[in-house]
């Protein structure tokens, strides 16, 4: 008996629909994922080019913690700084309360801005942030006396510690002293010492503002690198669905086509009977 085989129609026709059905298991595939590429297999050039742009992307979102907690220590600091600086206005107000006071009041004020320089040093003390304190000598090594903060693998910024306890400010218990012969030395070391507090006030604002507009950067570079990625993977919907409706089209006249080559080869077999 002699081999039986489709006709060169039929062949072309089996094949154009195997490719079309191929086409919607595809098209289909991308509809029900969002993505056009979703494997290696898919587009091996493009999943890789995306696959090192999320990369990098998930590398910068670990560092956006990183300044963001770097932002919050700094403000710490430049908060208790402002705190700092309202205990020595109160240093100042009963320095110039003592300029019109008797020798005993005077002691009595003196005292009490004595007292006032230890609540100083204890707020200092206190001003550590994640186990950073940028204000307070740290001769016992109790926490960290500088900031590092990393931008990326390469770039980072550190941010050392500047001693404002009240010896390092010139106004030590010691050093109080409202008698009459020594009260305006006394009131010109204090207004020094506000003076100091405000520029490391603004020395530390600046470095907030450093750190915050690194942030920024860095949270509109990782939007932009997802934004690029997304390009390379995510299919566009809209041309999916127009070409599942072409597809499925074509499957239709592909199945009639194999319909009528059918039609065909049974109008030579009546020939035969």
Same mark, same amino acid.
């Given at each position: 008996?002699?081999?039986?085989?489709?006709?060169?129609?039929?062949?072309?026709?089996?094949?154009?629909?195997?490719?079309?059905?191929?086409?919607?298991?595809?098209?289909?595939?991308?509809?029900?994922?969002?993505?056009?590429?979703?494997?290696?297999?898919?587009?091996?050039?493009?999943?890789?080019?995306?696959?090192?742009?999320?990369?990098?992307?998930?590398?910068?979102?670990?560092?956006?913690?990183?300044?963001?907690?770097?932002?919050?220590?700094?403000?710490?600091?430049?908060?208790?700084?402002?705190?700092?600086?309202?205990?020595?206005?109160?240093?100042?107000?009963?320095?110039?309360?003592?300029?019109?006071?008797?020798?005993?009041?005077?002691?009595?004020?003196? %005292?009490?801005?004595? #007292? &006032?320089? +230890?609540?100083?040093?204890?707020? *200092?003390?206190?001003? @550590? !942030?994640?186990?950073?304190?940028?204000?307070?000598?740290?001769?016992?090594?109790?926490?960290?006396?500088?900031?590092?903060?990393?931008?990326?693998?390469?770039?980072?910024?550190?941010?050392?510690?500047?001693?404002?306890?009240?010896?390092?400010?010139?106004?030590?218990?010691?050093?109080?002293?409202?008698?009459?012969?020594?009260?305006?030395?006394?009131?010109?070391?204090?207004?020094?010492?506000?003076?100091?507090?405000?520029?490391?006030?603004?020395?530390?604002?600046?470095?907030?503002?450093?750190?915050?507009?690194?942030?920024?950067?860095?949270?509109?570079?990782?939007?932009?690198?997802?934004?690029?990625?997304?390009?390379?993977?995510?299919?566009?919907?809209?041309?999916?669905? %127009?070409?599942?409706? #072409? &597809?499925? +089209?074509?499957?239709?006249?592909? *199945?009639?086509?194999? @319909? !009528?080559?059918?039609?065909?080869?049974?109008?030579?077999?009546?020939?035969?009977?």
């Amino acid at each position: 008996m002699a081999d039986i085989s489709l006709t060169a129609g039929m062949r072309s026709n089996l094949l154009t629909l195997k490719t079309t059905n191929s086409l919607i298991s595809r098209t289909e595939g991308r509809l029900s994922s969002g993505r056009k590429i979703n494997s290696i297999l898919d587009n091996a050039v493009g999943y890789f080019k995306a696959k090192g742009i999320f990369d990098r992307s998930e590398d910068l979102e670990g560092y956006k913690d990183e300044i963001d907690q770097g932002i919050s220590t700094v403000k710490a600091t430049v908060q208790a700084i402002e705190a700092a600086t309202k205990i020595v206005e109160q240093m100042a107000g009963l320095a110039q309360e003592a300029l019109n006071a008797d020798a005993t009041n005077a002691t009595t004020l003196q %005292a009490k801005a004595v #007292a &006032l320089t +230890t609540a100083l040093d204890d707020l *200092l003390r206190d001003a @550590s !942030f994640n186990g950073v304190n940028l204000l307070y000598d740290n001769s016992l090594n109790i926490y960290a006396t500088s900031l590092h903060v990393d931008f990326t693998d390469d770039t980072f910024t550190t941010i050392n510690s500047v001693d404002t306890t009240s010896a390092a400010i010139g106004i030590t218990g010691a050093s109080i002293n409202f008698g009459a012969l020594t009260i305006q030395t006394t009131i010109a070391s204090i207004e020094a010492a506000l003076d100091t507090l405000d520029a490391r006030g603004a020395t530390f604002a600046t470095d907030v503002s450093l750190l915050q507009v690194r942030l920024s950067f860095t949270t509109d570079f990782v939007n932009t690198l997802e934004e690029a990625g997304d390009k390379i993977v995510l299919a566009d919907l809209e041309e999916e669905s %127009a070409n599942l409706l #072409a &597809l499925q +089209t074509r499957q239709q006249l592909g *199945l009639q086509a194999i @319909s !009528f080559a059918a039609q065909s080869e049974q109008s030579i077999l009546s020939l035969f009977r």
